[in-house]
């Protein structure tokens, strides 16, 4: 075979390789995406919103490692063989999608974001200059410019990043920047002890930024929240006041809006007096509750978030974007994430190229390749309007003050507290219990119950929901409402399910 195409005009063999013309067949190529295409069609899109199929179809790993057949040959599948492993992957996968997912803090489908999905993974951008990404640049600044018109700040910066985590590292690391702008050529040695301060309930992310940037995790103040789990503004004052006592330098507050598993919104307010009189930057993580801002009637949960300097805020969460679409916003617009973050490749940022340089964003990440994120809650905002983005948030809010009713009606189950937000957490006591006396053996024994429950759901794929023990508390359930998908019906149906799925217990 190779000894024919020599033959032919103008072959060209180099290392024992022909040269001439291209080794993948398009025309195969196309017809696999065509018919892969009309599998996720059918088996995802069209299926999204239908409660009669299964959230999951449990399988324990090693009999999953079977049935998928993970094993990477020296010779490829024929493309059957490949489309009936994209069959499996749908198959076996959890269906996020489906309106009785209520697992995480995020769920449903957007068919205009996840079109948006398809258009930028079939271009394959990467978001870094202006020539290779000119449209996705232009996109990036409108959103961007909007999301901080919401925030409320008259001018600003921001970038996409790839999670909330990834925006709350770069608003520490920019904070300390602020704070100390010799660290990034010189740094951390002869730096004084730096302190942040963080909420008791504040996300993870905030630990592990301080440990991967050298700050350390015994660094960070946990501060007190009260019962509802908002940070306690006068414990706050201690803790800086203490800091400085002790010789360090306290350089950053993280306030929460909309805590993962409460839903609770700190007193930005508040917290925001006590910054300004000490120096410190805000940054509010409000990756979770940064969309009620989109809403006129629950924008108020975030009073005096125009006074932070810095803001996470996830579009892929409550108003349903797609994983992942996260914006960190600044309220600096004088250049300073550049500043913090630039390297200055001269391969990439040249500074006499033909066009307006200062379009060339990607100095400003941490990342090189970046994804065009942005776009997906850009199309999306431009199909639904700011009042149709007003609407999910309402709607959901809504279904979940709907539910709170509905748990104060129905034997056996027990709020923990009443929501404020998309949070409603609750501990279901089934029939054995309910005489019981309150004490030790009772929680010990209620603390066994919601993982059951779990269980069976999970093998049973009625429904998905997420269970914790959190602070002293033993386990119980979050149920998390999102998806314009989900009805009052599904509501029911889980008060319904949970009822069934431990009736003996």
């Known amino acids: 075979c ?8 103008n072959a060209v063999l180099v290392d024992g390789v022909i040269l001439n013309g291209p080794i993948m067949d398009s025309k195969s190529g196309e017809k696999f995406v ?41 010779t490829g599948e024929c493309h059957q063989k490949l489309l009936q492993l994209c069959r499996d992957v749908i198959q076996y996968s959890v269906k996020t999608s489906h309106p009785r997912f209520f697992n995480q803090l995020y769920a449903g489908t957007d068919y205009y974001s996840l079109v948006a999905r398809f258009i930028t993974e079939a271009l ?27 925030v409320g ?22 904070a300390r920047y602020k704070f100390c702008p010799e660290i990034k050529e010189k740094g ?16 993870y992310s905030m630990k592990k930024a301080a440990s991967f940037l ?9 501060i007190r929240t009260d019962e509802r789990g908002k940070m306690i503004p006068e414990e706050l004052e201690k803790q800086v006041q203490r800091a400085r006592k002790e010789g360090s330098a306290p350089f950053l507050v993280c306030a929460t809006a909309g805590t993962t598993v409460l839903g609770a919104f700190d007193p930005l307010d508040k917290i925001a007096d006590i910054c300004e009189k000490h120096g410190l930057w805000l940054h509010v993580d409000a990756s979770w509750g940064g969309s009620a801002l989109i809403s006129r009637k629950h924008c108020r949960l975030l009073n005096g978030i125009h006074r932070a300097d810095s803001v996470a805020w996830n579009p892929h969460k409550m108003l349903l974007a797609g994983i992942q679409c996260c914006a960190l916003l600044v309220k600096d617009n004088s250049g300073l994430l550049k500043k913090c973050y630039s390297a200055e490749a001269a391969y990439l940022f040249q500074q006499d190229k033909f066009y307006d340089v200062s379009y060339d964003t990607g100095d400003k990440s941490i ?16 199909a639904l309007g700011t009042t149709g983005l007003e609407e999910r948030v309402n709607r959901a809010l809504a279904l979940a003050r709907y539910l709170v009713e509905e748990i104060k009606k129905r034997e056996g189950f027990q709020l923990l507290l009443e929501p404020e937000y ?12 309910r005489e019981m006396e309150d004490g030790p053996e009772f929680w010990q024994k209620l603390h066994q119950v919601a993982p059951v429950i779990k269980e069976r759901m999970m093998k049973k794929g009625s429904m998905m929901l997420g269970y914790q023990p959190h602070r002293g508390k033993v386990n119980f359930f979050r149920q998390v409402v999102i998806s314009p998908q989900v009805s009052r019906e599904d509501m029911d149906f889980l008060l319904d399910e949970i009822e069934l799925l431990a009736k003996d217990l």
């Open 2 to 9: 190779k000894q024919e195409m020599l033959q032919k005009k």
């Open 34 to 74: 065509e018919e892969a295409c009309k599998i996720i069609m059918e088996e995802v899109v069209q299926k999204a919103d239908d409660v009669t199929e299964k959230v999951c179809e449990w399988q324990a790993p090693e009999t999953l490692k079977q049935i998928l057949d993970l094993e990477m040959r020296d």
């Open 124 to 150: 394959n951008p990467s978001v870094y200059t202006y020539e290779v990404s000119p449209v996705f640049l232009l996109v990036e600044e409108a959103v961007i410019k909007k999301m901080i018109e919401f």
């Open 153 to 174: 700040w008259e001018e600003g910066d921001g970038i996409f990043n790839p999670g909330g985590s990834v925006s709350n590292m770069y608003a520490m690391n920019l």
């Open 188 to 203: 951390l040695s002869g730096l004084p002890r730096l302190v942040l301060f963080a909420s008791e309930e504040c996300h």
């Open 214 to 222: 050298g700050i350390g995790t015994e660094n960070v103040y946990f």
């Open 367 to 382: 990342q090189c390749s970046r994804r065009p994120d942005a776009f997906k809650f850009w199309l999306m905002w431009k």
């Open 422 to 433: 998309a949070n409603v957490c609750f501990w279901y006591i089934p029939p054995s219990l």
